[in-house]
């Protein structure tokens, strides 16, 4: 086993973290007509993801709902060495997002149709992974939940084939229907088992002798729960849990507040557009 886990008597990891720290974040949000972009820089990994909204036709079989579409890529040698990029982080990336959000119904397809049959709201989702020094699969999930958040869809008037979009300055543009807005937060386990660590970097995803991953919403509540490796017995779950359940908190009051930030930011700007344009 690589001597990259390293935890001192104190609980401090190599870099100078404890086990329940995280490293530097940043999420630059950006919002446009129907699309919104999210910047995620964690520690050295650098994410950057993109919602949009377009207007189409619902499937046959599925007349009363809207889709969402996910698609993730990474970008090769995102770690900067000799090995190409492990497709598995790419997969379940993808695989998170599609469970939460679409089939687990965090995103309500249903409230995305505008005229049963004819006309509903088509989600893409596009999340690429730039750069990877760790912990990659929290900053997918946290710029995918920041842009669905961050987008906002045009409100859609008339019937049938007389669907018109509202203009953003004269009525204001809606939402995505989210019911909750999970994160994915791995924990891992050095070689010991008798230490869990929250936001690994790549040397201590090596070297860990097991992964946790869990989705936690705003409120705490669990939507996904994975485990690999040995260790992982009642006691360490239940302690992977608690961190994970702290780590999580704390993401979504960062994007909750850089959420805000971000809005009104946007707003002035329209504001500011309107008035020069009179």
Known sequence: M????????????RDGR???DGRELDVQLERGD???TAEVSLGGTRVIARASCALGAPDAWRPNEGSLRVKVD???RSRDDDDEDDPTIIHEARRFLERCY??????????LCVVGGEACWQVALNVSLLIDRGN??????????ACLKHVRCRVATGTGDSVQLADVDS???LPLPLTRLPVAVPVVIGPSCRTACVDPDCNEEAAAAALYIAGLDAHGELCFSQSSGSGLDPEALATCLALAKTRATQLHAYLSTNLQEADEV???QRINLVRNSM
């Open 34 to 36: 129907d699309a919104a």
């Open 171 to 173: 009525v204001v543009p």
């Open 136 to 145: 990659a699969l929290e900053a997918m999930t946290l710029g995918a939940a």
């Open 74 to 76: 990474g970008a090769p």
């Open 2 to 13: 690589p001597a990259a886990f390293v935890i001192t008597p104190q609980g401090i990891r």
């Open 102 to 111: 679409r089939d687990g119904g965090a995103l309500d397809v249903e409230a």
């Open 18 to 20: 404890a086990g329940h």
């Open 266 to 268: 946007w707003r002035q």
